[in-house]
């Protein structure tokens, strides 16, 4: 038998960490990874008074593990993210009010740059819902280029580990147009829906998605198109057909004007967030830019 993985929760005791714990449960649950819940301190602490004043002995999680590191909480948080049993990091965007410009707090804005492996960003306003469902439906946007594509490869595969669905949405709207050789672009006429839509529609899914994403044939794929601002779009399309996350990728520093999407994204819709490096050489996940 393999070694059991790890999903690594930054963890301080406060509502952004207990929902990031929330949907960590959830998904240690679907995937039978086990939690990690790392606190880092500036001075160092005895593990046992950490324990007490956290309450961590009052949390009921199956193979759930706590540790207590000093030191630069970004760069413990990458630090302990970067070995190989950590599956995923599921931190909290913020620990207070956030607004659409400046939706990541520091710290966690700081260690998406750092991070060697994948992140789920959760909102604190995610424990205001009567339920937080199981990771059944993922949405993925669509830029139709082949280099996000191949990156749909460690995306494809978490869904058949979670048991979920895939939706593809392609926003035609400005900045989408996919310019690399080989590249999908819309057709012309997509209100011909017995003529270039569904053709359309069968070459992103075999070609792209089934081709060099290697989506096993297991996984369920519907594929859709709207137009408009890809931020406003995501949001309003992952409301309506009830997704449980959205896989972004991170192609800038998140520095100011940049990551629009991911920005309206985590200021409009309580729907945790998938956000991968681009390109990274263990786990890439799919998405229009994040920038």
């Known amino acids: 038998m393999g070694v059991a993985l790890r999903i690594l929760v930054p963890y301080d005791g406060s509502a952004g960490s207990k929902a990031a714990l929330a949907v960590a449960r ?13 606190h880092v301190t500036d001075t160092p602490s005895a593990e046992a008074q950490v324990r007490r004043r956290l309450h961590i002995g009052q949390l009921r999680a199956k193979n759930l593990v706590f540790s207590v590191r000093v030191g630069e909480p970004s760069e413990e948080i990458a630090l302990e993210g970067g070995a190989e049993d950590v599956a995923l990091i599921v931190m909290a965007t913020h620990g207070g009010t956030a607004s659409e410009e400046h939706p990541l707090a520091p710290i966690t804005h700081a260690t ?7 992140m789920v960003l959760v909102t604190p306003e995610l424990l205001g819902r009567p339920e937080i469902p199981p990771m059944r439906k993922l949405l ?3 830029d139709g280029s082949p280099t996000t594509a191949r990156a749909l490869r460690t995306a494809t595969q978490l869904a058949e580990d979670l048991g979920a669905s895939i939706d593809l949405l392609y926003v035609a709207g400005p900045g989408q147009a996919a310019h690399e050789p080989g590249g999908m672009t819309v057709p012309r006429y997509v209100d011909q829906p017995h003529h270039e839509w569904p053709h359309w529609g069968e070459e992103v899914v075999d070609r792209l998605l089934r081709g060099l994403a290697r989506c096993p044939d297991t996984v369920p794929v519907d594929i859709f198109l709207t137009d408009g601002e890809p931020g406003p779009e995501i949001a309003q399309f992952a409301a309506r057909h009830e997704e449980d996350g959205i896989v972004l990728v991170r192609r800038s520093q998140l520095e100011p004007g940049r990551g629009k999407i991911l920005r309206h994204l985590l200021a409009q819709t309580p729907i945790p967030v998938i956000f991968v490096i681009a390109q990274h050489p263990r786990y890439v996940f799919p998405s229009v830019q994040a920038s």
């Open 26 to 38: 959830l998904l240690a649950d679907q995937l039978g990874h086990r939690i990690h819940l790392l």
């Open 112 to 118: 998406t740059l750092k991070s060697p492996c994948p």
């Open 140 to 142: 993925l946007p669509l």
